[in-house]
């Protein structure tokens, strides 16, 4: 439509400075420089083509000059798509400053993993059926407890749900509270830890990326809510079965039954979410890197997997593959490598400091740590250093590396620039449409929100735009001539070295890395 083909343009100087939404969906404008560089491609041969890409501003020198009222004369133009990629002029060249001693230990992320849901019982039983033959272990088509058939599916949910295998040998009729969960009588407590230690030890042990939520032994006169950290005898609270940890009734997200009895077993948020997840995706790594180290890994790691220099693979490549590992069906067990939320008081921003910036020095005003400072930003008014609000954080990252979707807490604005390295590709929904995303995320991940209401605010889960975008268009559309405004609305942009990405308030946004780059996020 007509909304489409609408230009803003605003002579500045008598230099023209243009918003065309019309050919920014075909491709990205970036500055000449990079305009032929590797990687620079049309929309249309991304892996969804049907998605539009987000808008890209060129601001003018006279322009770049204040960063609070350049965002807000693009603000009306640019939220409505949940985010925008601003292009400095030329002229703007910061000096990279973090130093070459900078060493951190990054996460190890499970790629396949990231579509973060429940396993359905026919996708566990299909898993743990493939690993055990792979093992040696092959199980029979009925296991039995006393003539009983026994849901192995249900076993392994019982039994994480009360901590795991060492817990229920540690605690006095473990096993038991697991046998009258399945329907069985707790005489055969003996018999369902058998069946447990043959078909279902090993790969539990396997799926196993994190420990289970910390148990506390005994009961104190006065104990904090493991909610709202408020101190009350021990009488008053609910006491979860898995970890022994106490509650309020009215801070848990999941209540007892109004019918059932106050001493019936009773689990926290924390348990039932270890417990229903199949795997964590995210886990610590234990190697410790230089950014020139990780560098060298990283387009080590690209040109391996892509059978090519790191420097000749396209965008489009990279975006392909990430969702085939994504959504794979066989099991992928690819890894990588991302070193998130650095705090850049211990590690750098990669801004020259002030001190080191002369007084009249072009476009500091847009230096993360000054921007902090200016006036026009509200939070110059903690006095403490905050990480990831007051003080930026820092992200290195190698292809694939992933922030799963969210958005930003307190639904604030987001300033996002990238120092150095291959470009990242964003997905995004606006605020708009906040509210039919998490409706989405619930009907493709039921019993993940039934178990965990709040699973977006972890940033482990991934769900494919184009999933987003056929829903949403669903959704929008249940007439047979629907208003061309009610369209669902995902979009996507790349961000290249030199460039920012600024999120609006409440849009969700989600990711990932084409190869190494290093990138500074400030709230």
Known sequence: GDVYKRQYQRRVRGRLSTFDIASHHRHLLFPRDMANTP?????????????????TFHPTDAEFRDPFKYITSIYEQSSRFGIC???????????????????????????????????QPEEFLTALTIHNLNHGLPIPKKVTVGEIPIDLDLL?????????????QARHNGWASVARALGLRAEDACGVEEVYETYLDHYSRRLQLVDPPTHVDGRSSKTKCLECSAEHHPGSMLWCTGCERPCHPFCTLHPPSEDGERDSEWFCSACIQWSTKSHFPIKESRCLYSCKTFEEVARNRKANYFRKPASEVRICEVERAYWRELESKTGSELEVEYGNDLDTAQHGSGFPSKQDCSKHEY?????????????????????????????????VAQFFSTFCWHNEDCHSLSINYMHAGD??????????????????????????????????????????????????????????????????????????????VVTFPKAYHAGFSTGYNLSLIHI
């Open 156 to 168: 392994h949910k019982q039994s994480r749900l009360r901590g795991g295998k060492a817990r229920l």
């Open 363 to 395: 476009g500091q005003a847009w230096y993360f740590d000054q921007l902090i400072r200016r006036p026009e930003n509200l939070l110059r008014g903690f006095s403490d250093l905050i990480s990831g609000i007051t003080n930026p954080w820092l992200y």
């Open 423 to 500: 470009s990242k590709i964003w997905y995004t929904v606006p605020a708009s449409n906040a509210d039919k995303f998490g409706a989405v995320m619930r009907r493709n991940f039921p019993e993940l929100f039934e178990a965990y209401p709040n699973a977006l605010f972890q940033l482990c889960t991934m769900i494919s735009p184009d999933v987003l975008h056929k829903q949403g268009v669903e959704a929008s559309r249940p007439r047979p001539s629907p208003d061309p405004h009610s369209v669902w609305e995902v979009y996507t942009g790349i961000q290249k070295p030199g460039t920012f």
């Open 85 to 119: 990629v601003i292009v400095p002029p030329d002229r703007w060249q910061p000096k990279f400053s973090v130093p070459e001693t900078m060493t951190f230990s990054p996460a190890t992320q499970s790629i396949a993993r990231l579509c973060s849901r429940i396993v």
């Open 39 to 55: 990687g620079t491609e049309y929309q249309e041969e991304r892996a969804f083509p049907q998605i539009e890409s987000v808008p």
